[in-house]
């Protein structure tokens, strides 16, 4: 019996009052899909329902997958792809397997010769590096910072050191409630000659992208960016 393959659906990354984001391609993929490996059920159903036409949510197997499901666990959502099933993968908001829990399916997916298909759809990090105006040739993504202030701080210098000798972009970002404190401790830890660009709500009505030296950030009023989706990118040269 040859084996289904797996998914990899992006989401939007916020409420849009039309689609601007996701291909008529990749919502034909996931109207077909009855098995789908998600972070939130509940959320993930008002994804489908805003694709609309899906699969009726009660005809649809859900595997709960985040960061403290075990390895074993994660394992047996391959049953259905080694029987034949179709299966797709959708993160909170974006890319799946992109700082995201999801890698380790993916991973064992290929290991077990199951087919991985990645659609097209919205990628925050990609798109704020477009915006940014920074090194696109030569940049590193590195999920999420410290939460503890001093590790924190300590990881800001060392990202503005690398930008800055190896003339590398330096991409992070935070939990959207720890947005500001993040904001601040960049803005009291960089040269004022390093380069930072915030980008805001990405492809939402109230997007905001802002890029500009550090010293130009510590005098403007400083944005509040509380629990809003954004990514931050330091560049050193």
């Known amino acids: 019996m040859a084996k289904g393959t797996l998914y990899l659906i992006p989401t939007t990354l916020g409420k ?39 699969i009726p949510e009660y005809k649809i197997d859900f595997y709960p997958l ?32 992109v700082a ?24 925050s990090i990609l798109m704020a590096l477009m915006a940014s105006g920074f090194n696109g040739q030569s940049f590193a993504f590195h999920g999420y910072l410290p939460i503890d202030a001093k590790k924190r701080k300590q990881s800001i210098i060392q990202l503005e ?30 040269n004022p000659l390093t380069r930072l660009c915030v980008a805001t709500d990405l492809t939402l009505p109230t997007e905001d992208i802002r890029s500009m030296e550090i010293g130009e950030w510590q005098k403007i009023q400083r944005p509040d960016y509380n629990k809003r989706p954004a990514i931050f990118i330091l560049y050193g040269k």
């Open 100 to 123: 995201d829990p999801g890698a380790k399916l993916v991973k064992m997916a290929h290991q077990n010769g199951i087919k991985v298909v990645p659609l097209v759809g919205p990628s």
């Open 16 to 54: 849009t009052p039309e689609n601007n984001t996701i291909p008529e391609f990749t919502l034909n993929i996931i109207r077909k899909l009855d098995a789908m490996v998600v972070e939130n059920i509940q959320t993930s159903v008002k994804f489908l329902q805003w694709v609309g036409d899906t």
């Open 161 to 190: 050191g690398e930008s800055r000798r190896h003339d590398r972009t330096q991409i992070f970002m935070e939990a959207p409630y720890r947005n500001n404190e993040i904001l601040k401790a960049i803005l009291e830890t960089c």
């Open 66 to 97: 985040n960061k403290n499901t075990p390895d074993q666990e994660i394992f047996s959502f391959l049953k259905p792809l080694k029987a034949g099933r179709d299966m797709g993968i959708m993160s909170e908001a974006g890319a799946p397997a």
